[in-house]
Structures are given as structure tokens and as C-alpha cells.
């Protein structure tokens, strides 16, 4: 979810909007907006596009504001175009909105809203609550936002401005997080401290379900049943350097630290406890069709192709329907077989990706149903599928996947879990994989709490040359995975192999020198990957192993072992053997 800046006080707000908003790049986005009180009404300006395409649009003209809110999107609702970029408005114009996060009962409330005689003129998710506030508005704003808020499912953080109320900026958050600038005269709102500290470094950070009233010279938080909040102002000692990456060195960190929320953002809405079904609405399939699929043929590249892989053992071994994965620069090439009842998905972060998407033209081509699993909102992917899945995991600046990789295993997990349930699994069944994914992201929280430990492993092998990474069944295509980010990032060869093959060639490379990690995961291949282990350490191998909590006896067998609670993508054993 991208990025908000508000302004409100004595100076011209338009640059201190635009520098937010540069402040605010580095998190990626695809279109930019902006809207200022000026005279006595709202003017904005807003593109697809990046900020400097705002920018142009601007130049020129002269603006005499000092108060207004401005956004960058990472459409999740509608394809990033200057239509759909926010600001967004109320049918009169009189209230602007920009939203960070998902609506997720925005059909709904639309439905309802149309019949008031709303007109909804986007595709977002955000234009339905600038009209649900116009709604409730009898001349209270604060109150008005308070009210459309409890009728919204999702997350959100929101800054709303009003020339029915000028001076005033509303903001709010739920699962998308906002700050409060504190200055002299004047006052910020901002997504992240970033956008604003170039003015103030005194923040007020809302907690979730919180609301804030925002004037020139001050503040009133509540939550949003009313409740008075105390406000505790932090003194920020970050430098505007440290800030650019959110405080990591490189994007990559930021994106890896990310996951436990990104994990969360691909579940979010998803989950239907009562039927044990996961909605995945945008496949656009009827629970009809779905039941008559009766092969699977999932096409990707690169890390996408690793996912896929691992769909292929979650779907084949839950729902029984027979999985394919073919990379997409081969199936694009040769003439595959498809018979009847054969559903293609083609997985991409970006929706870009020539080589998918060329397999993609070519299975419609002849007819085939292509479903798509990707990131980016509107993408050509997301246009040229009959349906699909978004993985929401926001923007994926790092080269090398490592969010997207985890979204996408987790709305293949969903799909399983569908495709299941329309085939034997019980209801009982589905709730439980269900709660075993919601769990995932705390789970992955863990994992990265070891980052100190995991480095210090690192810091030891950074010089060797080559790297061996061994993993069984659903594993397998996670020992791939860790091997091509290896290389990579670190130009160190790897190669990832199902452990059992290991005996097959790559074993007379194993000495002293060759570091191998292997996933030793307490699933139904244990036994089989300790002996593996044996072998390796007959060789002189050093050993990572990747283990599960409480096994205290594999550390007696390797050189490091990584503890874990669960991998997203392990999730089948821990149902089926714990
Ligand atoms: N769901 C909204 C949209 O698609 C907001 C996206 C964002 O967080 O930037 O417009």
C-alpha cells in the first residue's frame, strides 16, 4: 500500500506536498495525485504515471493553497490509470479522499450507494467511501468519516479534506499505518514519517481504529467509537537518509521484512470460516466449473516457476486434480497437448513477463481458460486472463522476488484449499487449512527475528564458491528457490537438487568445502533427509539445516541449524502430521 501526505497551516502547501511525495518513491507506486483548498473550493490534479508527470502537469500554474492532501496509489482496485488515481470525490466535489489499503465491501456498499443516486465514476475500491461520508455528512466532518468508517470491512489509512470545512484535514487508519507531523502553526499527516520529516521530528503515530481532526494548530484524536485519545508526541532521531529504504539498507531487506503484512494483505478478506471456502471471487469460475477441471497446467518464470512448483504438490495432493508446470519460455514454443477441461494459470509478479505472457496468448489462442496469479493491478496479465488472483504484496522494487515469491505461494494455497473443497475436503477440513494459513504470518515474524543468527551463518560461508541446497516433496522446489537467490545476490554458484538425487552426480562434489542446507522440516520425508544428512556429513560437508522448533536431535547431526515453526509453502504436513 503506497503512500499519503496532508498539509495544513501558513505555508504554500503545494511543494511541501510534492517533496512528501517524493519522500514517499522509494515504496513504489504507479500513479500520483494531489488536491489543494484553494479560493473556497477543492482543485486537484492527479496522472498515472510518476511524480514528475504530476509535476509537469502542474507547472505553470499558479496555486495559492495552504492546505490540501496528496497520494501516491499501487492501484489494488482498478488499473493505474489518471481516472482511478486518488484524490477521489463525493458527487458535488465538495470532499476529496485519498486512501492507502482495501475496501473489501466496497460491492456492497456501492450497490447501496447507487441506489441513494450516488454516482461512482472509478473502478477503485476508495471512491465508494468518499461517497459513503457524503452520506452521512449534516455538517460535522469529523463525525461524517467516523460514521462511514464503521460501515467499512478492510483497511485503511485515509486523509479527507472538505470545503464545506476548510482548515481541517481527517485522517484515520486501520492496518495501513499514519502519522501525525506535529509543527509550529502547522501540522502534517503522512503514511510514513519520511514525507514529512524534512519539516518537523515530532510525531504522533495513530494507533489502529484511531481518528484525527487535524488543524493549523492542533490535534483531536479519538478512536472510533469515541473514545478521547491522549496524544504522545515521539521525537524522531532518524536522519531523512536512514528513512529512504525505511530504515534498511536495501530494498531487498525492506521487502523480505515485509512479509509477515504482505502475507497477511494475500489471505485478507479471503477467508470463509463458515464454509471453510475461500472467496476468490476474481477467478470469475462458478463452483460448477470449478469442479469440472479436470488438469491443471501452470506456466511461469524464475522464482514465479518455483511457486508454481510448489502449487503443484499442495493442489495434486489436496484437491487431486493433476498438476503440470512447464516453464513459460517452453510452453510458449512447442505445440503442448491440452485436452478438454484443461485450466491454465500463468504466474507473474509484474504481469509483464514476456515470455508468460506469450504463453498465456497462445493457450487462449486455443481456447484454454488462463487464469493469472500477479502483482501488479491492471498489468497485462491482469487484462488478457478470463480471471484471476491478486497477491497484493504492494510494490516489488528488489530485483530478486522475495514478498511476491510468499503472496504467491499463499493465494496458491487458497486456490488448493477452493479446488479441495469443491472435491472431498470436508468443511472442517478447509477451516482447518484455513487457520493453519492465517497463522503463516506470525509464524514468518519469527523467522525473521532471527536475522542476527541467520547473519552470523552468513558471515562464515560468504567466500565459498559453491553451495549445494537440498530439499524433498514440497521442499524441493524451496531448495531451488533458495539456490537461485544465492546466485543472484551473492554471485556464489548454487545448485538446488531433491535430496534423494543428491546421489546421482552432485555427491562427488561434497568436502570440507562445500557448504549444503538442507530442509530437514518434520513432515512425512524426515526420515529420509536425516539419512541424506548422514551421507553429506560421510563427506566432510559443512551442513545448514533448516529445522523445525523442539528438534533438539538434528543439531547434534550438522554444523548450523535455523529454527523454524513452519514454512508457508510446508503447511500440507503440519496439517496432515500434527
Ligand atoms: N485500494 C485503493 C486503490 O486501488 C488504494 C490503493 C493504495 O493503497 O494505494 O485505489
Redesign the pocket.
Given at each position: 500500500?503506497?503512500g499519503i501526505v496532508g498539509y495544513v497551516g501558513t505555508q504554500q502547501a503545494l511543494p511541501i506536498l510534492i517533496e512528501g511525495l517524493r519522500r514517499l518513491e522509494y515504496r513504489g507506486?504507479d500513479s500520483a495525485g494531489i488536491v489543494l483548498f484553494e479560493g473556497n473550493s477543492l482543485t486537484a490534479e492527479k496522472s498515472a504515471g510518476k511524480i514528475n508527470k504530476l509535476e509537469e502537469i502542474l507547472r505553470g500554474k499558479t496555486f495559492n493553497a495552504t492546505e490540501g492532501i496528496a497520494?501516491?496509489?499501487?492501484?489494488?482496485?482498478?488499473e493505474p490509470t489518471d481516472l482511478?488515481a486518488?484524490p477521489h470525490f463525493d458527487c458535488k466535489n465538495k470532499i476529496a479522499l485519498v486512501?492507502?489499503?482495501?475496501?473489501e465491501n466496497y460491492r456492497a456498499l456501492k450497490v447501496v450507494l447507487e441506489k441513494q443516486g450516488h454516482k461512482i465514476g472509478t473502478d477503485?475500491?476508495?471512491e465508494i467511501l468518499v461517497h459513503l461520508i457524503e452520506e452521512y455528512y449534516e455538517g460535522n466532518l469529523t463525525e461524517a468519516v467516523r460514521m462511514a468508517l464503521t460501515q467499512v470491512e478492510g483497511t485503511y489509512g485515509i486523509a479527507v479534506i472538505s470545503s464545506y470545512e476548510p482548515g481541517k484535514i481527517i485522517a484515520a487508519r486501520k492496518g495501513?499505518p499514519l502519522v501525525i507531523g506535529h509543527g509550529q502553526g502547522e501540522n502534517f499527516v503522512a503514511s510514513d514519517v519520511s514525507a514529512i520529516l524534512a519539516h518537523t521530528k515530532r510525531a504522533v503515530y495513530l494507533n489502529e481504529g484511531e481518528i484525527v481532526t487535524v488543524t493549523a494548530d492542533g490535534y483531536v484524536i479519538t478512536t472510533i467509537d469515541k473514545v478521547h485519545r491522549t496524544p504522545h508526541v515521539e521525537e524522531i532521531s532518524w536522519t531523512l537518509d536512514m528513512i529512504e529504504k525505511g530504515g534498511y539498507n536495501h530494498f531487498m531487506l525492506k521487502e523480505i521484512h515485509e512479509q509477515p503484512s504482505t502475507l497477511g494483505n494475500a489471505i485478507r478478506g479471503r477467508l470463509n470460516f463458515e464454509e471453510g471456502i475461500p472467496r476468490l471471487n476474481g477467478l470469475n469460475l462458478q463452483y460448477d466449473q470449478l469442479r469440472r477441471i479436470k488438469r491443471i497446467i501452470i506456466t511461469a518464470c524464475g522464482t514465479s516457476w518455483h511457486s508454481a512448483l510448489i502449487g503443484e504438490y499442495m493442489i495434486e495432493e489436496l484437491a487431486k486434480i493433476p498438476v503440470e508446470v512447464e516453464y513459460a519460455s517452453e510452453f510458449r514454443y512447442r505445440s503442448p497437448v491440452i485436452e478438454e477441461g484443461t485450466i491454465l494459470f500463468v504466474i507473474s509478479q509484474s504481469g509483464e513477463t514476456a515470455d508468460t505472457l506469450a504463453a498465456l496468448r497462445e493457450a487462449r489462442r486455443r481456447g484454454v481458460t488462463v487464469l493469472g496469479i500477479c502483482n501488479m493491478?491492471g498489468s497485462s496479465i491482469a487484462r488478457e486472463t478470463d480471471g484471476g488472483v491478486y497477491i497484493h504484496a504492494g510494490p516489488e522494487i528488489g530485483v530478486a522476488s522475495t514478498k511476491a515469491f510468499t503472496s504467491q505461494i499463499m493465494v496458491l494455497a487458497l486456490i488448493t484449499v477452493l479446488l479441495g473443497r469443491m472435491r472431498h475436503l470436508s468443511v472442517q477440513q478447509g477451516m482447518d487449512l484455513m487457520h493453519s494459513l492465517q497463522a503463516i504470518p506470525e509464524k514468518v515474524d519469527r523467522i525473521l527475528q532471527k536475522e542476527a543468527e541467520i547473519k552470523k551463518i552468513a558471515e562464515r560461508y560468504y567466500k565459498t564458491n559453491n553451495f549445494l541446497y537440498l530439499g524433498r516433496g514440497i521442499n524441493f522446489p524451496v531448495a531451488l528457490e533458495g539456490a537461485l537467490k544465492l546466485k543472484e545476490i551473492s554471485y556464489i554458484h548454487a545448485e538446488g537438487y531433491p535430496a534423494a538425487e543428491m546421489k546421482h552426480g552432485p555427491i562427488a562434489l561434497i568436502d570440507k568445502n562445500l557448504p549444503v542446507v538442507v530442509i530437514a522440516l518434520r513432515d512425512s520425508v524426515y526420515d529420509k533427509v536425516l539419512s541424506n544428512i548422514a551421507e553429506i556429513k560421510a563427506r566432510n560437508g559443512q551442513i545448514i539445516a533448516i529445522a523445525n522448533e523442539g528438534d533438539t536431535e538434528i543439531a547434534e547431526r550438522v554444523d548450523h541449524v535455523i529454527y523454524i515453526r513452519l514454512f508457508p509453502c510446508n503447511f500440507l504436513p503440519i496439517i496432515w502430521r500434527y
Amino acid at each position: 500500500m503506497c503512500g499519503i501526505v496532508g498539509y495544513v497551516g501558513t505555508q504554500q502547501a503545494l511543494p511541501i506536498l510534492i517533496e512528501g511525495l517524493r519522500r514517499l518513491e522509494y515504496r513504489g507506486y504507479d500513479s500520483a495525485g494531489i488536491v489543494l483548498f484553494e479560493g473556497n473550493s477543492l482543485t486537484a490534479e492527479k496522472s498515472a504515471g510518476k511524480i514528475n508527470k504530476l509535476e509537469e502537469i502542474l507547472r505553470g500554474k499558479t496555486f495559492n493553497a495552504t492546505e490540501g492532501i496528496a497520494h501516491t496509489r499501487w492501484a489494488t482496485h482498478g488499473e493505474p490509470t489518471d481516472l482511478n488515481a486518488h484524490p477521489h470525490f463525493d458527487c458535488k466535489n465538495k470532499i476529496a479522499l485519498v486512501h492507502n489499503g482495501i475496501i473489501e465491501n466496497y460491492r456492497a456498499l456501492k450497490v447501496v450507494l447507487e441506489k441513494q443516486g450516488h454516482k461512482i465514476g472509478t473502478d477503485t475500491d476508495t471512491e465508494i467511501l468518499v461517497h459513503l461520508i457524503e452520506e452521512y455528512y449534516e455538517g460535522n466532518l469529523t463525525e461524517a468519516v467516523r460514521m462511514a468508517l464503521t460501515q467499512v470491512e478492510g483497511t485503511y489509512g485515509i486523509a479527507v479534506i472538505s470545503s464545506y470545512e476548510p482548515g481541517k484535514i481527517i485522517a484515520a487508519r486501520k492496518g495501513s499505518p499514519l502519522v501525525i507531523g506535529h509543527g509550529q502553526g502547522e501540522n502534517f499527516v503522512a503514511s510514513d514519517v519520511s514525507a514529512i520529516l524534512a519539516h518537523t521530528k515530532r510525531a504522533v503515530y495513530l494507533n489502529e481504529g484511531e481518528i484525527v481532526t487535524v488543524t493549523a494548530d492542533g490535534y483531536v484524536i479519538t478512536t472510533i467509537d469515541k473514545v478521547h485519545r491522549t496524544p504522545h508526541v515521539e521525537e524522531i532521531s532518524w536522519t531523512l537518509d536512514m528513512i529512504e529504504k525505511g530504515g534498511y539498507n536495501h530494498f531487498m531487506l525492506k521487502e523480505i521484512h515485509e512479509q509477515p503484512s504482505t502475507l497477511g494483505n494475500a489471505i485478507r478478506g479471503r477467508l470463509n470460516f463458515e464454509e471453510g471456502i475461500p472467496r476468490l471471487n476474481g477467478l470469475n469460475l462458478q463452483y460448477d466449473q470449478l469442479r469440472r477441471i479436470k488438469r491443471i497446467i501452470i506456466t511461469a518464470c524464475g522464482t514465479s516457476w518455483h511457486s508454481a512448483l510448489i502449487g503443484e504438490y499442495m493442489i495434486e495432493e489436496l484437491a487431486k486434480i493433476p498438476v503440470e508446470v512447464e516453464y513459460a519460455s517452453e510452453f510458449r514454443y512447442r505445440s503442448p497437448v491440452i485436452e478438454e477441461g484443461t485450466i491454465l494459470f500463468v504466474i507473474s509478479q509484474s504481469g509483464e513477463t514476456a515470455d508468460t505472457l506469450a504463453a498465456l496468448r497462445e493457450a487462449r489462442r486455443r481456447g484454454v481458460t488462463v487464469l493469472g496469479i500477479c502483482n501488479m493491478v491492471g498489468s497485462s496479465i491482469a487484462r488478457e486472463t478470463d480471471g484471476g488472483v491478486y497477491i497484493h504484496a504492494g510494490p516489488e522494487i528488489g530485483v530478486a522476488s522475495t514478498k511476491a515469491f510468499t503472496s504467491q505461494i499463499m493465494v496458491l494455497a487458497l486456490i488448493t484449499v477452493l479446488l479441495g473443497r469443491m472435491r472431498h475436503l470436508s468443511v472442517q477440513q478447509g477451516m482447518d487449512l484455513m487457520h493453519s494459513l492465517q497463522a503463516i504470518p506470525e509464524k514468518v515474524d519469527r523467522i525473521l527475528q532471527k536475522e542476527a543468527e541467520i547473519k552470523k551463518i552468513a558471515e562464515r560461508y560468504y567466500k565459498t564458491n559453491n553451495f549445494l541446497y537440498l530439499g524433498r516433496g514440497i521442499n524441493f522446489p524451496v531448495a531451488l528457490e533458495g539456490a537461485l537467490k544465492l546466485k543472484e545476490i551473492s554471485y556464489i554458484h548454487a545448485e538446488g537438487y531433491p535430496a534423494a538425487e543428491m546421489k546421482h552426480g552432485p555427491i562427488a562434489l561434497i568436502d570440507k568445502n562445500l557448504p549444503v542446507v538442507v530442509i530437514a522440516l518434520r513432515d512425512s520425508v524426515y526420515d529420509k533427509v536425516l539419512s541424506n544428512i548422514a551421507e553429506i556429513k560421510a563427506r566432510n560437508g559443512q551442513i545448514i539445516a533448516i529445522a523445525n522448533e523442539g528438534d533438539t536431535e538434528i543439531a547434534e547431526r550438522v554444523d548450523h541449524v535455523i529454527y523454524i515453526r513452519l514454512f508457508p509453502c510446508n503447511f500440507l504436513p503440519i496439517i496432515w502430521r500434527y
